[in-house]
């Protein structure tokens, strides 16, 4: 008779449990379709924010680091086709600087970090009504060596890598912005 008890409490707290964890996953599944939506397919409403990049009009940025970063945004907004008439001005100022950094015995810095500031401001075409003003900022670390060249390709190198930084959390916020706003 007390084994049937057992057995009883055990398929209780089993289907118990089945039923917490269905529960669960409906829920999960109830939320993820509602609040969700596609940043850059098409909505149901008919806008595509990729469209919406791909007007996206970027003022020249000077400096090497400045046309990386710019190139790299063009590539992101269109994909490497510039077919859309532009709809939006985007403006990209930066600063960069460089931190010593792993300093030996010697006061030599071993080790250095550049990092990069950058201010952008998205507009509508004829540049009087400020959409979007925002940050980003990218680090990015380079180690210093005996060799010059091996200083400059290292340095060069932290410089692309931090320019490709800012360039995808520009897109993602413009992306982010563009699709809650449509």
């Known amino acids: 008779m007390a084994e049937i008890k057992i057995a009883a409490k055990r398929t209780s707290h089993k289907s118990a449990f089945r039923k917490i964890t269905s529960l669960g996953a409906v829920i999960i599944f109830a939320m993820s379709v509602s609040a969700c939506r596609p940043m850059y397919g098409e909505t149901s409403l008919g806008s595509n924010a990729t469209y919406e990049l791909a007007s996206i009009d970027i003022n020249t940025i000077p400096g090497r680091v400045g046309q990386q970063i710019r190139n790299q945004l063009i590539f992101l907004f269109t994909g490497g086709n510039r077919s859309v008439a532009p709809k939006y001005k985007l403006n990209v100022v930066y600063r960069q600087s460089i931190a010593y950094v792993l300093f030996k015995r010697s006061q030599d810095a071993a080790g250095q970090i550049l990092s990069i500031d950058a201010t952008f401001t998205l507009k509508d075409l004829d540049g009087k009504k400020i959409l979007m003003k925002s940050k980003s900022h990218a680090r990015a670390a380079f180690d210093k060596h005996?060799?010059?060249?091996?200083?400059?390709?290292?340095?060069?190198?932290?410089?692309?890598?931090?320019?490709?930084?800012?360039?995808n959390d520009i897109n993602t916020r413009i992306a982010a912005y563009i699709s809650s706003n449509r």
């Open 146 to 167: 005996s060799s010059t060249y091996a200083n400059v390709r290292a340095k060069r190198n932290a410089e692309n890598r931090a320019a490709k930084d800012i360039a």
